[in-house]
C-alpha cells in the first residue's frame, strides 16, 4: 500500500468502506494469488485519489463503460459468481460524493480501478469526518 501519512476529507464512512470492499472483492475474484496494489494520494488540491490494481484477468477497453452498470459482467457468470452489482453500488457510491471512478484494464494485463473523491463531498447524513490513511481499520 502506498499511502502518505494521512488524507482526510467528510465522507460517509461506510458507503466508502464498502466501494473499498467492492473494489478489493473483484480483484480477489478476477486475479486469485495474484498481488493487488493499493494507492491513496491527493491528486490536487481538494481531491484524494483512490486506486486499486490487480494482476488478473483484465477486461477488454470496450467492456470498461458497462461493467458499472446494473447487473452487468465483463465475463461469464459460469466461471466467476456474482451478480454485477459491486462496481454499480460503488459507481452510485462515489457519484452521491460527487466523485468519479473508472477503469483502465486490457485482456491478461489486470485492471486498475481509480476513485476520485472531493474532499468536502457534501452528502447529507454523513459521518462527519473520516480519514483514508495507510493505518486505517
Known amino acids: 500500500m502506498q499511502a ?12 466508502i468502506e464498502q466501494v473499498v470492499i467492492n473494489l478489493l472483492t473483484n480483484a480477489l475474484k478476477y486475479g486469485p494469488g495474484k498481488p493487488i496494489e493499493i494507492r491513496l494520494s491527493a491528486l490536487q488540491p481538494g481531491m484524494v485519489t483512490l486506486e486499486v490494481q490487480d494482476q488478473g ?5 470496450r467492456d470498461a463503460a458497462r461493467i458499472f452498470d446494473r447487473f452487468e459482467r465483463a465475463v461469464s457468470a459460469s466461471h466467476y459468481g456474482g451478480l454485477g452489482l459491486g462496481l454499480y453500488i460503488a ?26 473523491l472531493p474532499v468536502e463531498a457534501n452528502v447529507g447524513a454523513m459521518d462527519p469526518l473520516l480519514a483514508l490513511n495507510a493505518h486505517a481499520s
Do not use: C
Request: neutral net charge; without cysteine.
Open 4 to 15: 502518505p501519512p494521512a488524507l482526510w476529507g467528510h465522507w460517509d464512512a461506510l458507503r
Open 57 to 61: 484477468i483484465g477486461l477488454d477497453p
Open 91 to 116: 459507481r452510485q457510491i462515489v457519484q452521491a460524493h460527487h466523485g468519479d471512478i473508472q477503469v483502465k484494464s486490457a485482456p491478461d494485463r489486470g485492471a486498475t480501478f481509480t476513485v476520485i
